[in-house]
């Protein structure tokens, strides 16, 4: 994803966000006035403003470069070779709005809300250069490495090492997440902003 992408994506999210929020921030200041005082009332997100937001799909929060080295044999009639190649990926972390659920957006009252997150998670498992293959050590036979069965392999265990290893990246995803949500809000006056995860009780 180039930074400009990321950018413009981050805009739109940025948009969307602050038009629900004057929206429902609108509809809570018609309060019930009764026998001289007024009633506080919760309002919750509508369903269409939720749609306009899950329809901004995924949101980066992180991007980790990767390099994985990973081995293969070249089993010959009378000998075998071990070759070691290298592949660069890179991983994206953040969250799908499309799979945030009803109600993650509370409004409670004038300065109060709060907000449940979908998981943080590896976006896009696209993420390997399978072109940028480089022999790190042994034998530099790419013909022999680009053959399918050989390729796929190797590109097979590259990613599952990335993905075991970008694992550790996902608390400071989360913490960016937070932190983004947080300062949309704030933005708006709200003083007291909830933040969770879905997964919260999963850890």
Do not use: C, W
């Given at each position: 994803?180039?930074?400009?992408?990321?950018?413009?994506?981050?805009?739109?999210?940025?948009v969307c966000l602050i038009v629900v929020v004057a929206v429902l921030y609108m509809c809570h200041a018609a309060k019930s006035v009764t026998a001289g005082h007024q009633t506080?009332?919760?309002?919750?997100?509508?369903?269409?403003?939720?749609d306009s937001i899950r329809a901004i799909g995924q949101w980066s929060f992180l991007t980790v470069e990767m390099d994985e080295v990973v081995d293969t044999v070249d089993r010959g009639l009378?000998?075998?070779?071990?070759?070691?190649?290298?592949?660069?990926g890179t991983l994206h972390y953040g969250i799908d709005v499309a799979e945030a659920r009803p109600g993650w957006?509370?409004?409670?009252?004038?300065?109060?809300?709060?907000?449940?997150l979908p998981p943080v998670k590896l976006l896009d498992d696209r993420f390997l250069?399978?072109?940028?293959?480089?022999?790190?050590e042994g034998r530099d036979d790419m013909d022999f490495i680009n053959k399918p069965t050989v390729r796929a392999a190797l590109v097979r265990?590259?990613?599952?090492?990335m993905i075991r290893r970008g694992r550790e990246n996902i608390p400071e995803a989360r913490g960016k997440a937070e932190a983004e949500?947080?300062?949309?809000?704030?933005?708006?006056?709200?003083?007291?902003?909830?933040v969770r995860f879905e997964d919260d009780n999963k850890k």
């Open positions: 994803m180039k930074t400009y992408g990321k950018i413009k994506l981050a805009a739109v999210v940025a506080e009332v919760v309002v919750t997100p509508t369903p269409v403003n939720l009378f000998s075998s070779d071990r070759i070691s190649v290298a592949y660069h957006v509370i409004i409670a009252g004038d300065t109060a809300v709060s907000v449940v250069d399978e072109r940028n293959v480089k022999v790190y265990k590259a990613k599952a090492a949500v947080r300062r949309i809000f704030s933005q708006h006056g709200y003083k007291k902003i909830v």
